[in-house]
């Protein structure tokens, strides 16, 4: 039995006249990563507070870049830098022009009362 096996071994794969066949497939992966350009565009252009919105709009083109490249990972990482930084120049784009208008109107309002006081003062 031991010699049979042995001999076995030795022929190796079956021979066989029909070609092989091999299929190869292709799995793309559709993962659609969003690059956030027009949301920084916005930022840059409105609430560049901080510069916040120019350092996303780079992180955007970046992550643009390794999309078009085919590096879905760097993308990602690019766009989920960019998507944060494009949060923080919203909130703080929001806070700090809310903040400024009302300091104009505490302005406008402090400088007109002092002005009815002045015209008290004189009589007229």
């Not at 252009?45 to 780079?58: K, P, S």
């Not at 002005?115 to 009589?123: D, H, I, P, Q, T």
Request: proline share 2%; glycine share 6%.
């Amino acid at each position: 039995m031991f010699k049979s096996q042995h001999e076995m071994d030795g022929l190796g794969a079956p021979q066989s006249s029909a070609p092989v066949a091999t299929t190869v497939i292709n799995i793309r992966s559709e993962t659609s990563v969003p690059d956030h350009v027009v949301w920084s565009l916005f930022n840059t252009l409105f609430m560049n507070w901080c510069c916040l919105g120019f350092v996303a709009f780079a992180y955007s083109v970046k992550a643009r870049d390794r999309k078009m490249v085919g590096d879905i990972t760097g993308a990602q990482s690019y766009a989920s830098t960019a998507k944060c930084l494009n949060i923080w120049a919203l909130i703080l784009g929001i806070f700090l022009t809310i903040g400024a208008v009302v300091l104009l109107v505490f302005a406008y309002i402090t400088a007109y009362q002092m002005l009815e006081r002045a015209k008290s003062n004189r009589g007229y």
